[in-house]
């Protein structure tokens, strides 16, 4: 792994998860990491209700925008974390790679997506420790 680790979130829509783990580990990292996010089919825009959880813990993820997983992105990453978009991500040797098992926030209230948001954080600070 390199001095400055890249990680990359990878979820089916890029629209809630990743986003929200992509901006926990930007934030509790900062320059010491670099951090990506992408779909497999991705949304148009961010969850809203995503948004507004990750603002009530402090981080703002209103600008960030759903891309496509790109082969080269996971390339240069060096850990490639997954929620739940099955066999779309490639695999390449020599990295690590982690799938977390959460809940899609996709169409919840807001009081159901808080769980999803703090577990997330809490993986991101057991994340953020191992590299």
Partial sequence: MSERPTVLFVCVHNAGRSQMAAGY?????????RVYSAG????????????QAMAEDGIDIGGAEPAVLETDTVRESDVVITMGCGDACPVFPGKRY???VLDDPAGMPIEDVRPIRD???SRVEGLLASL
């Fill in 25 to 33: 580990l930007q934030h509790l990292g900062g320059d010491r990491v």
């Fill in 40 to 51: 497999s089919e991705p949304a148009d825009r961010v969850n809203a209700v995503a948004v």
């Fill in 119 to 121: 577990a997330i954080r």
């Fill in 98 to 100: 982690e799938d977390w």
